[in-house]
């Protein structure tokens, strides 16, 4: 549906060029929800935004559904962005109309006729749950209504595509697991593609299907958000991921297992510290007692927490393995043969 | 007050009426797409063009920086070619409105320039065109502002009509100069004074509950004091 061909965007300041996108090239499927998602600063606002051209880009393609929009004139891209929806982080509301008429403004522009647009913006209104709110005016609504006035208005023009920049940023967090079940939603029952630049791994975690890492311009990786989880790439990603899935020990913890191993010094078979992730089905498993009572071996868990990322259960181990080289290995091996990502992460003791 | 008195007070507000009312009214319909020029052209404008803004700018600060009772005079052969005469309440009309149109001008600007950017993006990004986002947002949205620098405007043209007044224009200024100063008549130039004060305040109370009424924002659009 989108293919970003080696995208580049920099600003020209008046202190100094800000590289804001370096030679992205991304391909977005019809129908899924892809995620963009990277600190602030990282590009991402650009990006998006040169999604549907309100940045032009200094090189590259960008193909929205079939077509290069950098080689449309000014009235083809005014055509072409009315298959590009988009919501924003402050909403962007219309103060001087009521919730009615930010809807209906879409329609207006394209001069559809006033009791067509009655029809078509009720049943907006219906889709995202404000029909008792129409004669109201934004401000004497709350923001996560703001934000579902925002998404009937990006919807009026029956877009293939939505654009999402930061639209969760400023909810609460009740707000924003409500307006991304919506999300979802309209997702399912319109097949729209949303594309969703956010800084929060939580909102990448509840509703994307691939995201992309966005930093200092570049995308650093990419795939399904449960490959990305389950093994990260980039020290960004990581560290992002860490926010929601906290992978690193608390340092008593740590001071703890150092002073283990120090008064264990010497003994046949030094301790392994070992971070498991399991994904799914596995994590009803035994597979651990499993792997003890087959290979003999000692397992000390320091730290767990089990989420769910995409509708699936999603856990992450941290133990201290001991025994046989033989048997550590044997019992890895069954963990890896089921699908459990193991990683041995001596270093950070 | 004989009914002379009254009859002279009350033709001389009228006549200061006009003269604040049509140069109001044509100092906005120039001014108000004046105001939008300028600020569409500016360089985060919709429709860039520095240069050209900036000798827009500069043509309106001139205007607006000559003194009125110099502008008044200097322009008096352009008065007389357009009214016909450069003495009267009609000519007086003329110079203005002048002075009024690059004041809304201005004061039209600055109410747009308070518009979210957001909200142009999200024009943009519907595929609006340039007269749409004018017309359908910059406008609309900046209706409460403009309405509160028209109240501005008025009010300074009525303590401007007061001084054309004093070169012929009529009004209550001249009837003020004419009986309070000129014919060592006191009351008279108090009432002058005092009818001037009550119709600014009118004005100004008007134009506040105005702007109350049309911004639909939690807190309203402040006019200057």
């Known amino acids: 549906m989108i293919a970003l061909k080696n995208v580049s965007k920099t600003f020209h300041g008046a202190a100094r060029d800000v590289h804001a996108v370096l030679g992205v090239s991304l391909t977005i499927e019809a129908g899924e929800i892809f995620g963009i998602i990277g600190r602030s600063g990282a590009g991402k606002s650009t990006l998006v935004r040169l999604i549907n051209l309100l940045t032009t880009p200094d090189a590259g393609e960008v193909i929205v559904d079939g077509r290069d929009l950098t080689r449309l004139d000014a009235q083809e891209l005014r055509a072409a962005r009315r298959e590009i929806g988009m919501i924003f982080q402050h909403f962007n509301l219309m103060s001087s109309r009521t919730v009615f008429g930010n809807v ?92 969703l630049i956010t800084h929060q791994m939580r909102v990448v975690k509840q509703i994307c299907d691939r995201i992309a890492v966005m930093d200092a311009g570049r995308v650093v990786e990419s795939g399904k958000v449960l490959d990305v989880f389950r093994a990260p790439r980039s020290e960004v990603t990581r560290s992002m991921i860490g926010e929601v899935i906290s992978g690193e020990l608390p340092e ?98 | 007050m004989s009914s002379e008195m009254f009859a002279l007070f009350f033709d001389s507000f009228l006549e200061t009426l006009l003269m604040v009312g049509l140069s109001g009214l044509i100092g906005a319909v120039l001014g108000i797409p004046l105001g939008v020029v300028l600020n569409v052209t500016e360089a985060h404008g919709i429709l860039p063009h520095p240069r050209f803004n900036r000798a827009v700018g500069l ?28 003495i009267g309440t009609t000519a007086a009309i003329v110079p203005l409105t002048i002075a009024a149109a690059p004041f809304v001008a201005r004061l039209v600007e600055s109410a747009l320039r308070e518009v979210d950017a957001g909200l142009i993006e999200a024009a943009q990004a519907m595929g609006a065109t340039d007269a749409q986002i004018i017309g359908k947002v910059l406008l609309p949205e900046a209706f409460p502002g403009i309405v509160a620098g028209l109240t501005i405007t008025l009010v300074s043209l009525v303590g401007y009509s007061a001084m054309a007044g004093a070169v012929g224009g009529g009004g209550l200024g001249d009837l003020g100069i004419r009986y309070g100063y000129q014919r060592f008549l006191p009351e008279v130039m108090a009432a002058v004074v005092l009818i001037l004060i009550a119709f600014v305040q009118l004005v100004q109370s008007l134009g506040d509950r105005l702007v109350l009424r049309v911004s639909h924002r939690g807190q309203s659009a402040q006019t200057a004091p």
């Open chain 1, 252 to 349: 008593t913890v740590l001071r703890r297992v150092r002073r283990r191993i120090e008064k264990r010094n010497g003994d046949e078979h030094p301790d392994h510290l070992l971070r498991l992730i399991f994904v799914g089905d596995d994590v009803d498993r035994p597979l651990l007692s499993e792997a003890v009572k087959r290979f003999g071996i000692d397992f000390n868990i320091l730290h767990g927490q089990i989420d769910e990322v995409q509708g699936q259960g999603f856990a992450s181990l941290t133990l201290l393995a001991n025994g046989s080289q033989e048997a550590l290995d044997g019992a890895i091996g069954l963990l890896r043969r089921h699908d459990v990502t193991v990683e041995e992460i001596d270093h950070v003791l």
């Open chain 1, 104 to 195: 209906a403004l879409p329609l207006e522009l394209i001069g559809r006729p006033r009791e067509k647009i009655r029809a078509e913006v009720e049943k907006l209104l219906a889709l995202v749950g404000l029909s008792t709110e129409a004669d109201r005016y934004p401000q004497q609504l709350s923001g996560g209504q703001k934000q579902r006035v925002g998404i009937a208005r990006a919807l009026a023009s029956k877009p293939k595509v939505l654009l999402s920049d930061e639209a969760t940023s400023a909810l609460d967090p009740e707000t924003t697991r409500s307006i991304l079940d919506l999300l979802r939603r309209i997702n399912h029952e319109l097949g729209l593609t949303i594309v």
């Open chain 2, 59 to 86: 043509t309106v600060n001139a205007v607006r920086s000559t003194p009125f009772i110099i502008l008044m005079v200097a322009v008096i052969p352009f008065t007389r070619l357009v009214a016909g005469s450069s």
